[in-house]
């Protein structure tokens, strides 16, 4: 988005005026739709990190490395470089997101094993670890109080 990796801006503040194309008049208003905005019509990047993104919600890191023909530290970089985070980072966060979209149908043990959990407990510590709180804290509203970036 930045015409340089994004490993380089990972864990670092960068002013939103900074980013082009974005509103930042509307940010606050629509988050989301702002930022879709802001990303339409750019190039979605590499074939094979779209690939790995894909088999990340599905299998491990060696497993999506090992499919997809390269070393973990091949990938690693690859996905690092274009998405900021690494491939283990990015899993967690789209199994959290997962957690979420179920949580709602179920009972807490059944939505861990949906979403590719070893266990329930596994789950609410991966959760509280990214989120600050627990799945069903997080659910029924109590959310954990904004803190500053960087």
């Avoid at 627990?134 to 109590?142: E, H, K, L, T």
């Amino acid at each position: 988005m930045l015409g340089r990796p994004l490993r380089d801006l990972a864990d670092r503040v960068v002013p939103l005026r900074q980013l082009p194309g974005v509103d930042v008049g509307r940010l606050l208003d629509d988050p989301v739709g702002v930022l879709v905005a802001a990303l339409a019509g750019r190039a979605v990047g590499d074939d094979l990190v779209a690939s790995a993104a894909d088999l990340l919600s599905r299998v491990t890191v060696a497993d999506t490395a090992r499919r997809l023909h390269i070393s973990e530290r091949r990938l690693r970089t690859l996905f690092t470089d274009s998405v900021g985070l690494s491939p283990k980072h990015f899993a967690r966060i789209r199994r959290v997101r997962a957690v979420l979209a179920t949580a709602p149908h179920g009972r807490w043990a059944d939505v861990a094993t949906a979403v590719g959990y070893y266990d329930q407990s596994h789950m609410t510590a991966e959760f509280r670890h990214l989120m600050g709180v627990p799945p069903a804290a997080y659910v029924a509203g109590r959310r954990p109080a904004p803190r500053p970036c960087g």
